[in-house]
């Protein structure tokens, strides 16, 4: 049993699991959202949003420390920005730790807590079946669209209220013609 031990492993080594955290994290931030299965986000989230909240901070201490548990990596992206050698290399461009202080912080500066959202998809991994989201930060709807099929839930959901509105849309004419039968009865 796991009482009081808290985390998600993965079904990776500890060292496997912080680089997948790290990878998942810098790609979050560079991207503004992320297409992972449903574990790796829940496991990414609490980790995204204390370096969020770490950067918040603005001090130097803070940049040391978000430096040390994300890579400061080059960000690729746009290509007027970025510089390469002559093997195609990339040589300069702008930072992920100096995006997050700088960019991403700011954003979040009079929020509390809540930086990321999970939205379920109705798709799964064509490999193993996984159940797939979108990890994205709040704030960043203009993104790619999250679209695709709704789910069984929903579409019954759906279904049901469609069916009632037929019902409500038929209990008015059903109670004319009554109505009129009574009347023809009647006279």
């Not at 994290?25 to 204390?50: C, D, M, S």
């Not at 849309?169 to 109505?179: I, L, M």
């Amino acid at each position: 049993m796991r009482h009081r031990k808290a985390g998600f492993k993965l079904g990776r080594t500890t060292a496997h699991r912080k680089a997948t955290l790290r990878n998942l994290a810098a790609g979050l931030f560079e991207h503004g959202q992320i297409r992972t299965t449903i574990p790796k986000a829940k496991a990414v989230q609490p980790y995204a949003e204390r370096l969020i909240t770490l950067a918040k901070r603005g001090d130097l201490h803070s940049r040391r420390l978000i430096a040390s548990r994300l890579q400061d990596r080059i960000m690729t992206g746009d290509e007027s920005v970025l510089e390469r050698n002559r093997y195609g290399e990339l040589r300069k461009g702008p930072k992920l730790v100096k995006h997050l202080m700088e960019e991403i912080a700011p954003r979040y500066q009079d929020r509390p807590g809540g930086y990321t959202r999970i939205i379920k998809l109705d798709q799964r991994r064509k490999g193993d079946g996984g159940e797939l989201c979108v990890l994205q930060l709040v704030g960043n709807e203009e993104g790619p669209e999250i679209g695709g099929r709704l789910s069984v839930r929903r579409r019954m959901a759906d279904g049901r209220t469609e069916f009632a509105a037929k019902l409500r849309k038929a209990a008015p004419k059903k109670k004319a013609k009554e109505e009129a039968a009574k009347d023809e009865s009647g006279e």
